[in-house]
């Protein structure tokens, strides 16, 4: 039995936070480990790194690997919540989990697709007003707006900026990877702001005060049951309703990221709009290829073996998640842009995740997944055709040493003008 090659160091978490996405990739190659390697973090933590698509398989088997309560405290406090179904396991996580999947019905992803296709067009004017646009920052009021729209929250225009804010800041608060980072308790007073709000609104809905739609999450989880009969604690209902709409707004993130590939490979404006389902193909190739998720935490519920190496119960894991689709044992040419591989995808749970993997309905594999693919087709689609805009000069740096990535500038276009054919 090989030995599994290690990356010494008592505590490499600084490492980790100074490579940022690639220190997976980097140490993979400078250890010479295909698929697995040791390290130490987050307190001198022993933690193995598994990476690959066997990897991805063998970490969402849900009787080899736990995953409840190996995310470190202060990121559940600031991006999912103390108790949220990201927290959660066994029955419980898969009652509350079909939960969120009954909101993926047909006519609620239609809906989020037309929410999406308008809340676009009708900002065009704004934008055209506006000068010079910092997409990162208009996506996630933009976001904001479709977001809690389409989980029938009340969210006055005045409210919205604010909730923009706080649930960048919240989202943000993964570049501390659970260390105690600078601006934590900002990320702890927005996530309370954010909680207090729709924890109001979910008492409203019970007391009959205020009446969303049924059908949407705020109505669906306000009157939701578990199991054994039991409504969710207003709070913890609050922190669940949360997450259905807050990874929309994360993907502002993406929308950045696609301008910046639309910006690098001018012909994909023309194939978006002229080939049919490219749109598609090029937003799953940005998920692919850009930086959002670095790695995803886990435990061995059990000794098992991988790769020719035994794993001891307990022991503290690592899906090592951007490498992982950085692979060209996984993809082909893996760090080449190319929204082409998706032709012929298989749709397989196991190699594109960047969101995580594995099965919808009893893994923790991102319920919104969907709907982030829906946001981006849409997204695409109306920045490839539906407006012509200017590029000025700016820092268009993807900085894979940064987590959460980003485009330094943020992608700022000018000069935005309405495509009107007035032939």
């Known amino acids: 039995m090989s030995t599994i090659k290690r990356d010494k160091g008592l505590d490499n978490t600084l ?3 100074k490579e940022g996405y690639l220190y997976t990739t980097n140490q993979r190659k400078r250890l010479g480990a295909e698929n697995i390697f040791e390290t130490r973090g987050l307190g001198g933590k022993r933690i193995l790194v598994l990476s690959g698509k066997t990897a991805a398989e063998t970490f969402y088997d849900n009787d080899r690997i ?3 309560g190996t995310l470190p405290k202060r990121v559940v406090n600031t991006l999912f919540g103390k108790g949220a179904i990201h927290t959660t396991t066994g029955k419980k996580h898969i009652d509350r989990k079909a939960l969120f999947m009954s909101l993926m019905t047909e006519g609620n992803l239609k809906y989020l697709r037309e929410l999406t296709r308008n809340h676009w067009y009708m900002n065009t004017h704004r934008m055209e007003q506006m000068g010079r646009v910092n997409i990162y920052r208009e996506s996630i009021v933009l976001l904001t707006k ?12 005045s409210k919205i900026e604010e909730i923009a804010t706080d649930m960048d800041i919240m989202i943000d608060s993964f570049k501390g990877l659970g260390s105690k980072f600078k601006g934590y308790r900002e990320s702890v007073k927005a996530r309370h702001r954010v909680e207090d709000w729709l924890e109001d609104q979910i008492i409203q809905t019970r007391k009959g005060k205020i009446h969303p739609p049924e059908g949407t999450a705020l109505y669906e989880f306000a009157h939701w049951e578990d199991y054994k009969g039991n409504p969710m604690d ?9 997450n259905t709409f807050r990874p929309l707004i994360a993907i502002n993130r993406f929308v950045s990221f696609g301008l910046h590939a639309m910006n ?3 012909i994909s404006r023309e194939k978006i709009n002229n080939e049919e389902d490219y749109a598609y193909m090029f937003s799953q190739e940005v998920r692919r290829f850009y ?6 935490p886990g435990k061995a519920k059990t000794d098992f073996n991988f790769d020719g190496h035994d794993i001891d119960k307990d022991t503290f894991l690592l899906l090592d998640v951007y490498g992982t689709m950085h692979r060209d044992d996984v993809f082909e040419n893996a760090n080449e842009f190319r929204p082409e591989r998706f032709i012929d995808w298989d749709g397989s749970p196991f190699d ?8 919808y309905y009893t893994n923790h594999r991102c319920a919104g997944e969907w709907m982030t693919v829906i946001i981006m087709e849409e997204t695409m689609k109306y920045f490839a055709g539906k407006i012509s805009y200017d590029v000025p000069e700016q820092d268009l740096t993807v900085d894979l040493n940064s987590i959460p990535g980003y485009v330094k500038s943020g992608f700022i276009i000018e000069n935005v003008r309405e495509n009107v054919d007035r032939k």
């Open 15 to 17: 490492k980790v936070m």
């Open 264 to 266: 690098e490979y001018p």
């Open 352 to 359: 594109l995740i960047p969101q995580g993997g594995g099965d």
């Open 66 to 68: 736990e995953r409840s």
């Open 146 to 157: 479709v977001g809690t729209k389409w989980a029938g929250v009340q969210a006055p225009e």
């Open 291 to 296: 930086p959002f998720v670095p790695f995803l």
């Open 234 to 242: 207003s709070r913890l209902c609050a922190i669940d309703l949360m």
